[in-house]
């Protein structure tokens, strides 16, 4: 779980690096940018290509009844979601607004932090719309089915995260009954799929929690290297990830 975390930073700066090199959006940058990360990727871990398959051993019922828990919370949360298909006004006047700006804008991706409305909060970071940008390039889907499918994913992979975050450190029930809690609070619901960046903020936040537990813990050094680097991309994310990292 940590791993997408990881994932979709990696999306979202490589985004921002073909707006760098070329000013506006791009999309066989983005795509090669991806490819040659992918290949460096690989080449650099090529000893450890078997960790990529799990193993799978006896599915104990417990765990049966929580994946299908999770699974009918997750389908819960798409038809609420539907009644807020488009997000509430921080989507429509910053995030998705600055990802059509991205995608669709001839002019320099640079204007969007000064030529812009000031409603539309032109100091914000982009990570949320470069990272919607990154999917777009892609698929070429509907410029609004992308935020709703983003938001519908993140709000259902938190708890998921929380639930799998939890069970390193303390029992597997009580781990999942945190996760359940999570998943099943109506505001958190409500607040997720607003297409907000807030949910990214807490996403990373939490993460880099984790792995701080798990350096204190006594695992390797790496883990508080990855904390760092999570809560440097909050400062990505929003303004107030600068105060949160």
């Known amino acids: 779980s940590l791993s997408f975390v990881f994932g979709l930073g990696i999306c979202a700066i490589l985004t921002f ?5 070329f000013g506006k959006f791009n999309q066989p ?35 049966l009844f929580q994946i299908a828990c999770f699974l009918i919370a997750s ?16 989507a429509w006047a910053i995030w998705n607004l600055k990802m059509k700006m991205l995608i669709l804008s001839n002019q320099p991706f640079k204007d969007i932090f000064e030529r812009i409305h000031i409603h ?6 982009l990570f949320l719309p470069l990272l919607n940008t990154w999917i777009y390039a892609f698929s070429k889907a509907d410029l609004n089915q992308i935020p709703f499918i983003t938001t519908n994913l993140l709000t259902i992979f938190c708890p998921v995260l929380l639930f799998f975050g939890l069970k390193q450190f303390i029992k597997h029930n009580i781990a999942f009954l945190a996760g359940a ?28 929690f984790i792995y701080i537990f798990q350096f204190t813990g006594g695992n390797e050094s790496k883990t508080i290297l990855l904390a760092g ?17």
């Not at 006896?58 to 765990?63: N, V, Y």
């Not at 539309?120 to 970071?125: M, S």
């Not at 099943?184 to 880099?208: E, K, M, W």
């Not at 999570?230 to 990292?245: D, Q």
Request: no cysteine; hydrophobic share 50%.
């Open 17 to 21: 690096l073909s707006f760098i090199l």
């Open 29 to 63: 940058a983005i795509i090669i940018l991806t490819v040659l990360y992918l290949a460096l990727f690989l080449y650099l871990n090529n000893n450890t290509y078997n960790r990529l398959y799990p193993k799978f051993g006896k599915i104990k019922f417990s765990s």
């Open 75 to 90: 389908i819960a949360i798409y038809y609420i979601s539907i009644q807020n298909r488009y997000g509430g006004w921080d």
């Open 120 to 125: 539309a909060h032109p100091d914000y970071p």
């Open 181 to 208: 809690l999570l998943i099943l609070h109506p505001y958190y619901v409500f607040r997720g799929v607003t297409q907000y960046a807030d949910l990214l903020l807490g996403i990373y936040l939490l993460s880099s």
């Open 229 to 245: 680097l999570f809560l440097g991309i909050m400062t990505f994310i929003k303004n107030e990830g600068i105060v949160l990292s």
